[in-house]
């Protein structure tokens, strides 16, 4: 008799214990939740990380129900930040998927922030891949990854429609020098040009696209500059973030290889714009509707 209402009292404070230990006891309030991985490469500037903050909040603002994270691919930035001692340094894709499964989550969307589909691309593509191939307590129901900007004839067409509404306050005369990152080894570094036709056929004269990495070379920008009898040059970068190539490879005045010397060394009146395309409302306002395709 004693041993009963002992056992009738230790369930009857089982029931009384709260929500968290609940949830210890096999519900999930996360199971129906969906999550999305912001993915970026990543960058150490203080300055230029706003872009990519702001595609997080725009995301968060657009899906107010969903669980937003940032994750960053580069090892290198990440480690860099550490040694800063900055807090919150966002995990890698594979952790931040780890992280998701053991929080409970079961329906995650991955979102690169990236312009091609090239290497980066690819490696987080590798790790949804793997976490698909996952069947169990360790895996996810619904696990998706979006696209990048340039993922088709179609969205080089959408981006150069971007950029012409971006830069239409630029006179007409001046032409439009676009620094894309590039990608050495991967046939990705092809959409450059894909959208360089796609710019050709809405502004003729008007957008020169070169990379960093592989071509078009910024040589190859000044002769179609010259072949084209342009003087002024509004030089930008075409990646999200303003960070290091935008602001030592491309806009360094006193560096000699850079791109502002090299243009005005071959004569062109060079005004550099150093803001990615993550500060800018167009690009802003694709990206989450490229969040909200995938989640279709
Ligand atoms: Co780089």
Redo the contacts with the bound molecule.
Sequence with gaps: MILKSLAVAVIASSFALSGAAYAGMGHNPNADKQAIVITA?GTSMKTARQAIDNLVKDTKIAFPKADVRLSFTSNIIRRKLKREGVANVPSTPAMTLAELNDEGYQHVAVMPTHIIPGAEYDEIGEVVKAYRGIEGKYGFKDLRMGRVFLSSVAACDEVAGLLMEKFAEVPADEAVVLMG?GTPHHIANAMYCQLQVALNKVAPHRFYIGT??NTPLIEDVVAALKVDGKKNVLLAPLMIVAG??ANNDMADKDDDESWYSILTAAGFKVTPYVHGLGEDKFFRHAFVSHVKEMLK
């Design positions: 490469f990152h960093v990495e290091d190539h």
